[in-house]
């Protein structure tokens, strides 16, 4: 809307509004930026990636981050510099435009990776523990007016224990976990004031307006005690401390994937709680911040009126002067659903315009009406019938200590009654508690995953992890069609994930190798004897024994030469990093190669075949 009224639109960073098996270099392009609106875009389609090893999407197409993390590379650094070159651009040739930019980092969000001297810079800054620190951001919450006074601490989350009765590796595991966190942070703070300092330089500081906020609450997705593996979650499978323990040092850089525990996402949402994917104030409630010299002279306020993030797009379009089309290329609109903030930045202390506002995810609910909120916290898997449902008086009690369903159940039936209304009209029916890898294991109609059959040629673009074979659990078979001409030639031959789970079919020293990472856990298969030169078929084939195990086999046009347990598998979810034919970009799946390890041979395509569920089978002898 902002484009057809006069304005340059760029987009760059995390977008994740696209169906994950739509993101594939054919897309359909269809929710992609440049099809929503967005002129240019710049960064990365999921919902999280690794900073040092990011899967890049520029426009419409995919392509490898522009230096190495040994060259100094980090995502937010690169983030920042597209985001200049994108307004340098627009400023430098239509300086009369004006220009709406979005960034969305991958900080902080897990994995929480930082340069090493912003590692360094956060040790032993936390060593008090998250009981403490929580103590210490209340009270000046309080004291600089972001809290209304009196407002209490909530009690500890179920299942955060009292730091002081956690172990010596515990303690030491959580603390190191948590400056990685901060680490991030401030590495992401920081260029964002290489951001500012860029927009001042330029002349466009005084009259543009800023808005900074969070997406959600600090995240559960860490588990009770941490984690250096997001694949292991996934997955509903615990890390071990003393493992992660001996990583210690791996925490915050390339060779991790960490995020931090329960009690120190409950002390970064400070006083509440719960967590995001949760509806409770732990979850929904963050910080905005909007700054506008020009329409906003007066700095260092506190707004208390509740709003809500579908306020935002009313508020630009009231003081841009820019009204909502009915109709969109023949298409009717429906109306915005938020109201406008604008009136707050000359009224500190006017009512709030906000009449009522819905919050649902993963069966979670909340409903916000005229300063009452009643929220239910759903157990996945039971009757949303069985929910307990809460009752909180915002006005009194801030950060939901309270509750008052039994004194007040007439309120709590009309906040409910209020809820399904809200949920009929925004079309939040029906409920669904399904969970991530319920979902990333089953595939929507219309994905590339419903097939059986996969042929992929080498010098196609990364593939992302939602559109790739769903091999999980599944017996199946992987045949590369290749030329060697001298037995010096090797290579990837196909490859997926990176050091925290994955696969990769790969030629060394003269034989064929396949080797699956489990969570860190190697099972190699490798061939007993070398490979011939000239054209052979390469295939690997899995062969189930039982629930989440089974046997590789390795063949050479058909002959076997090769065979190993793989005695574990992932159920649900492979890892965050897709697919590459014939090179291994971004983050290595293997240790025992370096770079890309591109194939050096002759190479016509590689073929997957997959067992149509679970319990199906793949032959894996040579089909003429």
């Known amino acids: ?86 307004v340098r651009d627009q400023t430098s040739v239509t300086p009369e435009k004006p220009f ?75 603390v190191r976990l948590q400056e990685a966190y901060a680490a991030m942070l401030d590495h992401t703070d920081h260029h964002i004031g290489r951001l500012m300092e860029f927009l001042e330089r330029i002349g466009q500081m005084e009259n543009t307006i800023t808005i900074l906020l969070s997406d959600n609450g600090a995240s559960q997705e860490g588990g009770q005690k941490g984690s250096l593996n997001p694949t292991a979650f996934q997955n509903g499978i615990a890390e071990d401390v003393e493992e992660m323990v001996a990583r210690i040092d791996d925490i915050g850089t390339t060779r991790a994937h960490a995020n931090y525990p329960w009690g120190w996402a409950q002390a970064g949402n400070t006083p509440f709680k719960r967590y995001k994917q949760n509806t409770h104030e732990g979850g929904v409630r963050c910080p905005l911040i909007v700054r506008w010299p020009r329409g906003l002279p007066r700095t260092g306020e506190v707004r208390q009126q509740f709003h809500h993030v579908n306020d935002i797009v009313p508020t630009l379009f009231e003081v841009l002067g820019v009204r909502a089309p009915e109709v969109h290329n023949g298409i009717p609109q429906l109306p915005l659903h938020g109201v406008s903030m604008a009136y707050t930045f000359g009224s500190p202390t006017a009512p709030t315009r906000k009449e009522a506002q819905y919050f649902e995810m993963f069966g979670h609910r909340a409903i916000w009406h005229d300063g009452w909120k009643a929220v239910a916290f759903h157990q996945r898997g039971t009757s949303f019938d069985d929910d307990q449902w809460e009752l909180y008086h915002h006005d009194t009690d801030f950060s939901e200590c309270d509750d008052l369903a039994r004194t007040h159940p007439e309120q709590l039936q009309k906040m409910i009654a209020r809820f399904w209304v809200e949920a009929g009209k925004y079309d939040v029916l029906p ?79 003269n034989r064929l190798v396949y080797e699956y990472n489990f969570l860190g856990t190697r099972y190699t298969v490798t061939s007993v004897e070398e490979l011939p030169t000239g054209p052979a078929e390469l295939t690997f084939a899995f062969v189930k024994t039982g629930d989440m195990r089974g046997v590789g086999h390795l063949y050479v046009s058909g002959r076997p030469v090769g065979a190993g347990d793989i005695p574990r598998v992932l159920p649900h979810f492979l890892g965050w990093q897709g697919l590459d034919v014939g090179r291994d970009t971004l983050s290595p799946s293997s240790p025992h190669y370096e770079g890309e390890f591109a194939f050096t041979g002759g190479f016509e395509k590689v073929v997957f075949t997959v067992a149509p569920d679970e319990e199906g089978t793949v032959p894996f002898e040579r089909v003429d």
């Open 1 to 86: 809307m902002l484009r057809e009224n006069g304005f340059n639109t760029m987009a760059v960073g995390k977008w994740h509004l696209a169906p994950m098996e739509q993101t594939t270099p054919s897309g359909p392009y269809t929710q992609w930026p440049l099809s929503r609106g967005f002129e240019r875009y710049y960064g990365f389609l999921e919902a999280e990636t690794d900073s040092f090893h990011p899967e890049l999407f520029y426009d419409n197409h995919a392509v490898d981050p522009p230096k190495t993390p040994e060259e100094g590379y980090h995502l937010s650094e690169d983030l920042v510099d597209r985001a200049i070159e994108f």
């Open 100 to 174: 709406f930019l979005y960034l969305a980092f991958g900080a902080a969000h897990a994995p929480h990776q930082a340069p090493q001297e912003y590692l360094e810079k956060y040790r032993g800054r936390f060593d008090h523990g998250w009981d403490a620190e929580r103590a210490t951001r209340h009270a000046r919450q309080i004291e600089r007016g972001i809290l209304p006074p009196g407002t209490e601490l909530a009690p500890r989350n179920p299942g955060v224990v009292p730091f002081d009765e956690l172990s010596d590796d515990e303690r030491k595991l959580s």
């Open 431 to 509: 409920l669904d508690d399904n969970g991530f890898a319920y979902r990333a294991k089953i595939p929507r109609p219309g994905s590339p995953r419903r097939r059986t059959t996969f042929t992929y040629y080498p010098g196609m673009a990364h593939l992302p992890v939602a559109a790739v074979p769903p091999v999980m659990n599944r017996a199946h078979r992987i045949t590369a069609h290749v030329d060697r001409a001298t037995a010096a030639d090797e290579g990837v031959l196909v490859s997926l994930g990176n050091i925290s789970s994955g696969y990769v079919l790969y030629v060394k020293d």
